[in-house]
């Protein structure tokens, strides 16, 4: 609060300043300014009715519980710090960017005004934004989770639901994730191994481990145990804020070393960089900066293999494991997959469940008689001739 004294065109006047931050939010305050008044004690009776005004429309506000924009960082600091969601600090941080981005309209209003029509507004805009389906209900999710967060600890008042609660974002037809089969990850290998590619090893132990790139890149020699034919894997590389933090998952776990990556990690091993650097797969600028999908789908075009995205790799890690008869709750073990609804779109892709049911099946006939001909049905030529 402040009063003071100016001279406007040779008359004195006086001028009132009141401010009044909420209690409840600190980013919230309210401020008024009077100008004008004939003498300084005319300013001192505007000030208490300012002062009295303010405050009286400050505790109406602080009623309504938080500004939307205060929720949102709060339930992001929760979120960072393994409160809430069991994501890394990357996966939180990119939740409070999409937030950001698509609900910028409504940063300054108070979380509990914001009605079920502006909630549609912005399903509108998701749409004309051509978003997929699924990107739409992400962010849907994303914010009913705000919602339920702020309401339950009572930082949104006046509501029991957010304004996206109950509606409908239909979701794209699903469709089967590009892989690589098993011919095609021999024939992939195999060209990289004979083209002397410096993605060789990267890409075959993201195969055969189905590590994330993330931990592949943050993987270090300590943490390979070739006696015991194990890898300890319990961090991860961030290529945003390029430094190394925890996995995806926030736990470790541990991948077994087949014979074949043992033989890739003893070759590496020899290799001079090996001695200086503690990390087991060299640095490239691509992979540092988070593009390693570029170079892999580069080659795998120039080698007449559709291209994949790099993490399309622990696909074909989880299926050709499924195929070859490990059970999931082990390949989910492995490769740290903690949603059992990502294994089933695994199991699909391999088969496992389906194998065999259509064996049974066998009321074909080989034969049609034709009087005195005997027809095989798949040959097409008579029996007789």
């Known amino acids: 609060m402040a009063i003071s004294k100016y001279i406007e065109d040779g008359n004195e006047f006086w001028k009132v300043y009141v401010h009044v931050r909420s209690s409840a939010d600190r980013n919230r305050r309210v401020q008024k300014t009077i100008t004008g008044l004939k003498s300084e004690?005319?300013?001192?009776?505007?000030?208490?009715?300012?002062?009295?005004?303010?405050?009286?429309?400050?505790?109406?506000?602080?009623?309504?519980?938080?500004?939307?924009?205060?929720?949102?960082?709060?339930?992001?600091?929760?979120?960072?710090?393994?409160?809430?969601?069991?994501?890394?600090?990357?996966?939180?941080?990119?939740?409070?960017?999409?937030?950001?981005?698509?609900t910028k309209d409504w940063s300054d209003l108070f979380a509990g005004d914001i009605t079920r029509a502006e909630g549609r507004d912005l399903i509108i805009?998701?749409?004309?934004?051509?978003?997929?389906?699924?990107?739409?209900?992400?962010?849907?999710?994303?914010?009913?989770?705000?919602?339920?967060?702020?309401?339950?600890?009572?930082?949104?008042?006046?509501?029991?639901?957010?304004?996206?609660?109950?509606?409908?974002?239909?979701?794209?037809?699903?469709?089967?994730?590009?892989?690589?089969?098993?011919?095609?990850?021999?024939?992939?290998?195999?060209?990289?191994?004979?083209?002397?590619?410096?993605?060789?090893?990267?890409?075959?132990?993201?195969?055969?481990?189905?590590?994330?790139?993330?931990?592949?890149?943050?993987?270090?020699?300590?943490?390979i145990d070739l006696e015991k034919d194990l890898i300890m894997v319990h961090e991860s590389y961030d290529s945003t804020k390029k430094c190394i933090g925890p996995t995806k998952g926030r736990y470790w776990r541990t991948v077994p070393i087949n014979s074949s990556l043992k033989s890739l990690l003893l070759e590496l091993r020899q290799k001079p960089e090996s001695h200086i650097s503690p990390f087991v797969f060299p640095r490239f600028k691509e992979w540092d900066n988070g593009d390693q999908a570029v170079p892999l789908k580069t080659f795998l075009k120039s080698i007449n293999i559709k291209p994949i995205k790099f993490h399309a790799l622990r696909a074909c890690f989880a299926t050709q494991m499924l195929a070859n008869g490990v059970p999931a709750a082990v390949v989910m073990k492995i490769g740290g997959w903690k949603k059992s609804s990502t294994m089933d779109i695994y199991l699909r892709l391999a088969g496992v469940e389906t194998k065999g049911a259509t064996d049974s099946l066998g009321f074909m006939p080989n034969e049609i008689s034709f009087g005195d001909n005997v027809v095989s049905i798949f040959s097409g030529r008579s029996m007789n001739d």
């Not at 500004?67 to 409070?96: F, I, P, Q, R």
């Not at 590009?178 to 024939?187: A, C, D, S």
Request: glycine share 6%.
């Open 41 to 102: 004690s005319e300013a001192r009776r505007e000030e208490k009715k300012i002062i009295q005004k303010i405050s009286k429309d400050v505790q109406q506000q602080d009623n309504k519980g938080l500004g939307w924009g205060t929720v949102v960082d709060l339930w992001a600091e929760e979120v960072k710090m393994g409160y809430l969601l069991n994501v890394s600090e990357k996966c939180a941080d990119e939740y409070l960017s999409i937030i950001n981005k698509w």
């Open 125 to 223: 805009k998701l749409q004309n934004a051509n978003l997929s389906k699924a990107y739409q209900k992400k962010i849907k999710n994303i914010i009913n989770n705000v919602y339920e967060w702020g309401i339950e600890y009572k930082h949104i008042k006046g509501r029991v639901d957010g304004p996206l609660k109950g509606l409908i974002v239909k979701v794209d037809e699903e469709k089967p994730p590009e892989i690589l089969t098993l011919e095609e990850i021999k024939k992939f290998l195999m060209s990289a191994k004979i083209l002397g590619s410096k993605w060789f090893y990267l890409w075959s132990a993201a195969i055969l481990t189905g590590m994330r790139s993330g931990e592949l890149h943050a993987l270090s020699w300590s943490r």
